[in-house]
């Protein structure tokens, strides 16, 4: 038994209703459904409607709103884990090795995040360019078995292979 439900609607801004819209036109196309979609689906772009079964006292609406946005930058993290590092995939159907391949997967992309993240503040704070996750793991993967190799051979040779490798992301 789930309880009593409310909703929440939020009005978007003009510009992300827009594009919303926009959205919605161009699936009603691809859909044949005449390249226009109807009024009702055009004004639901316009909002976002939550649905929860918390009452109000314990989550205000202020409240419930910034957790859905919290909960939407998760989701689109884990939509660029899946993407860049295949966290979607296994190469085996062993439950133990597949286990082992999403943890490994999940560290790198720990990895992958914080190391995306300084390289982002140190390329735009000298030379005022972003750099892309999808630049970071692409040269960890091409890096990934040397800088493996380091780890094992001790700190100096990781160290070596970490000032190479960070000269290649930026």
Not at 55 to 69: I, T, V
Request: aromatic share 8%; hydrophobic share 45%; with cysteine.
């Amino acid at each position: 038994r789930i309880g009593p439900l409310r909703m929440v609607a939020f009005r978007l801004s003009l510009e992300s209703a827009s594009r919303r819209r926009a959205a919605v036109n161009e699936n009603a196309r691809r859909h044949g459904q005449g390249g226009t979609a109807t009024r009702a689906a055009l004004e639901l772009a316009g909002w976002i409607i939550l649905i929860t079964n918390a009452p109000a006292a314990r989550l205000p609406s202020d409240l419930l709103a910034y957790f859905y946005r919290l909960r939407w930058q998760v989701e689109l993290i884990f939509r660029q884990c899946k993407d860049t590092l295949r966290l979607d995939q296994a190469r085996s159907d062993n439950p133990c090795r597949v286990q082992c391949e999403i943890w490994g997967r999940l560290l790198v992309a720990v990895m992958a995040f914080r190391l995306h993240t300084h390289a982002d503040a140190a390329s735009w704070a000298h030379d005022r360019i972003q750099i892309s996750f999808e630049k970071v793991v692409r040269t960890l993967q091409m890096n990934g078995l040397s800088l493996a190799r380091a780890l094992v051979k001790g700190r100096q040779t990781t160290h070596v292979q970490l000032v190479g490798f960070w000269q290649c992301v930026l």
